[in-house]
């Protein structure tokens, strides 16, 4: 009779499922809540084999934090790219809000526990905030040489602009129920948009 016998993970795919495994469980576990057992129980994996990727368990928080904000990264580099006109934005705040809720674990990870690991803010805020800080703030300015925004601080408006999809993806459960409907999700990005574009005051012309 023939057998058939599980393909052995490669070792990128045995670091991809700890560090996965990892993501869930400090979000719902907490960092410190959660030991190399459970992570390795979670992985499928054996503790030791933690040990032969990783020097230590705050290296996998680091790793599953960079690696995710990285992601977020790209994806604000793609829409920003994308973006059919630069008054667009209600588009990219819907999609961006989505990804968020979609990325709920990483952002959890990356903001409860960076407020107890200063290594791990530290590290997110140079290689990660930074840098999408300087993308969209370049992406504004381009925009107001261009006569479409007034004349600002552009790294100002960046940072409200990172801010408020940053806040409403992550606090899904008090700005939006977890199950709204993505017309729900539509209006609220559409609204933030407006409010980010026109400001709250009425026009006094």
């Not at 459970?38 to 996998?60: C, D, M, S, Y």
């Not at 300087?134 to 004349?151: C, L, N, P, S, W």
Request: glycine share 6%; with cysteine; hydrophobic share 45%.
């Amino acid at each position: 009779m023939r057998s058939f016998r599980s393909v052995p993970q490669t070792e990128a795919e045995t670091q991809t499922r700890i560090l996965q495994a990892a993501r869930r469980l400090f979000a719902r576990q907490g960092y410190d809540g959660t030991t190399t057992r459970e992570l390795a129980q979670a992985a499928g994996v054996a503790e030791g084999t933690i040990f032969r990727h990783f020097e230590n368990k705050k290296a996998i928080l680091i790793e599953v934090a960079t690696q995710g904000w990285v992601e977020i990264l790209t994806d604000l580099l793609t829409e920003l790219s994308e973006m059919a006109s630069y008054k667009a934005i209600g588009q990219v705040m819907r999609r961006r809000m989505l990804n968020l809720h979609q990325n709920a674990d990483l952002m959890r990870v990356c903001f409860m526990e960076a407020q107890f690991h200063p290594d791990l803010r530290e590290q997110i805020q140079t290689e990660v905030i930074v840098k999408m800080t300087d993308v969209a703030e370049a992406f504004f300015e381009t925009a107001m040489d261009q006569g479409i925004y007034r004349r600002m601080n552009p790294r100002t408006v960046a940072q409200v602009f990172l801010g408020m999809f940053t806040v409403a993806g992550f606090s899904r459960d008090t700005i939006m129920p977890e199950n709204s409907s993505p017309q729900a999700m539509m209006d609220m990005a559409e609204g933030m948009a407006d409010i980010f574009l026109n400001g709250v005051l009425a026009n006094q012309s």
